[in-house]
């Protein structure tokens, strides 16, 4: 797929992932954000279901054939592609209490590798975007990495899972702190990444991610300059893998709390 290709489904993704989020705060407002449980700590609401029907028919129209996996009604993840991956809500149990901290990703993923992909907040308004090759955006205008080559100067956002043993978080966040960085965890692993990306935070790390969680984050922070881990490798779609971004100097430390 060349670089045009790329990235006119980035801006379709980028459109679709803007109004799966509205319409989710819509829903919100007249009151179809209560959440159920689907397991400890693992939130779901209405929005979620009808927020991923939504990109599924939309994605449908627009591709029609292309496999999609989402998080709330699965896929298949065999083959090379083209694949779209979708997280209709990251961050359900913010979004479920009326806060702010959520968000709609869609990646496109091409040989087993995420290659395209936008996450989009409702509020503030904002759609993160990139293609590989073309660089990554916020509403439009180029983002890249923080300039942090002191990780005592650094924040550090650590997701947790209880996918992995508590224990491991435990872990990781006092690695990160003894190192000097501040601590930060706020509900969205998605919005963590694309803000380590555009430069609000200096890393991100958790121990276990899915990969509609990350894909499309993954896809923006190559372009941004980030130092990543190989997230997307191995069994990554189905089963997920430990994550690690950063700002490009601080690389080599962070690998290393990841992996202590």
């Known amino acids: ?29 007249e009151g179809r954000g209560a ?38 009604m699965g896929g298949e993840v065999a083959g090379e592609g083209p694949l779209w991956v979708l997280d209709p809500i990251d961050g359900t149990a913010n979004f479920a209490r009326g806060g702010d901290r959520w968000c709609v990703s869609v990646a496109l993923v091409v040989g087993g590798r ?8 409702h509020a503030p308004s904002e759609v993160f975007a990139g ?3 073309s660089g990554a955006t916020l509403n439009g205008a180029p ?22 043993p508590l224990a491991g978080f435990h872990r990781l966040a006092e690695r990160v702190m003894a190192a000097g960085a501040g601590l930060r965890c706020g509900g969205s692993g998605a919005l963590g990444l694309v803000e380590t990306a555009c430069g609000r935070l200096d890393a991100y790390l958790e121990l276990h991610i899915n990969s509609w969680d990350a894909a499309a984050a ?4 190559r372009e941004a300059g980030c130092w990543t881990t190989e ?11 430990p994550i690690g971004f950063g700002a490009p100097a601080l690389g080599p430390r962070l690998a290393a709390l990841l992996q202590a």
């Open 1 to 29: 797929m060349d670089r045009a290709e790329l990235g006119r489904r980035r801006d379709i993704a980028a459109g679709l992932a803007a109004e799966a989020a509205a319409l989710a705060a819509r829903m919100r407002a």
């Open 35 to 72: 959440a159920s449980l689907k397991g400890t700590q693992d939130f779901l609401t209405e929005a979620d279901g009808a927020t991923e029907r939504f990109l599924r028919d939309r994605l449908d129209a627009l591709f029609p054939g292309e496999a999609v996996l989402g998080e709330e």
């Open 114 to 121: 995420a290659v395209a992909g936008a996450v989009a907040r």
């Open 131 to 133: 293609a590989e090759g």
């Open 143 to 164: 983002i890249r990495a923080a300039p942090t080559e002191d990780i005592t100067r650094a924040i550090v956002e650590v997701g947790w899972s209880l996918r992995s």
């Open 218 to 221: 993954l896809a923006i922070a």
């Open 231 to 241: 997230f997307d490798s191995g069994d990554w779609l189905a089963s997920g893998n």
